[in-house]
């Protein structure tokens, strides 16, 4: 799509993917910033955080001194490096000053079963599944990134209620549509206002909120800062991590 005919008739939806895939990826071919203009952001979510129901913290401070006493015996499983719940776990150990074993699996769905049986001790992911699980008594849910509490799991605290910021996750995640760069201006600005139409939409806005995604309106310009801040923060947190391309 980086290499596409910048006429506003090819476009690509982008997530946070878009910055983190050149940073692990050694074969990525693309730069995000430079590559791309946006159009516009389009929705805002968030990522669960569940622990294994045999684990002895009933809250994000409880895990945390668990974590610090014995960091070997926590794992965090994930989907890839690179992959959101990845990231989630790398910014939450960075923020946390712990450091949990960081566990690869072939999806979410091996891993959530593995941590339903208490073979790991915790992961990041989409939380419509969570919630279900949790009110089951087959996981528990610590907390929730982000600012806000959702509304199908009132009890379950943000991140920004326990004290501890997620730097990178601070509203959680996110979402937009990008064109090539090289798109003109009256194209973005046409696009964008058709997208701002798009997303006033209360059907809209009510479908994506049945699945824990909420619409979060910008400008191209705001969006196209928006997606260089997060391309600078994540090439600084995976150096920090000691992370190199492919490994």
């Known amino acids: 799509m980086a290499h596409s005919a910048p006429d506003g008739y090819t476009l690509v939806a982008v997530d946070i993917s878009l910055v983190t895939v050149p940073l692990v990826q050694a074969q990525a071919n693309y730069d995000p910033v430079k590559d791309f203009r946006m159009v516009g952001m389009t929705t805002r979510s968030t990522l669960a955080f569940l622990v294994a129901p045999a684990t002895p913290a009933s809250n994000v401070a409880d895990f945390l001194t668990m974590t610090q006493r014995d960091p070997s015996a926590v794992t965090l499983a994930h989907p890839g490096i690179g992959s959101t719940p990845y990231l989630g776990a790398l910014s939450f150990s960075q923020a946390a000053k712990v450091k949990p074993l960081l566990v690869p699996y072939q999806g979410m769905a091996p891993a959530t079963t593995d941590l339903m049986s208490n073979r790991i001790t915790g992961l990041f992911t989409a939380p419509s599944g969570g919630i279900s699980l949790a009110r089951e008594g087959k996981v528990k849910m610590l907390a929730v990134m982000g600012q806000k509490r959702l509304s199908e ?95």
């Open 153 to 247: 799991a009132p009890d379950v605290p943000a991140f920004g209620e326990t004290g501890l910021t997620v730097p990178g996750f601070e509203q959680g995640t996110w979402y937009g549509i990008a064109a090539p760069a090289g798109t003109p201006d009256a194209i973005i600005a046409k696009l964008n206002a058709a997208l701002n139409k798009a997303l006033e939409s209360k059907t809209v806005a009510e479908r994506l909120a049945a699945s824990d995604i909420f619409v979060q309106q910008s400008s191209a310009a705001e969006f196209q800062q928006f997606v260089s801040d997060q391309f600078a923060f994540w090439k600084m947190t995976i150096a920090t991590a000691g992370l190199k391309a492919d490994e």
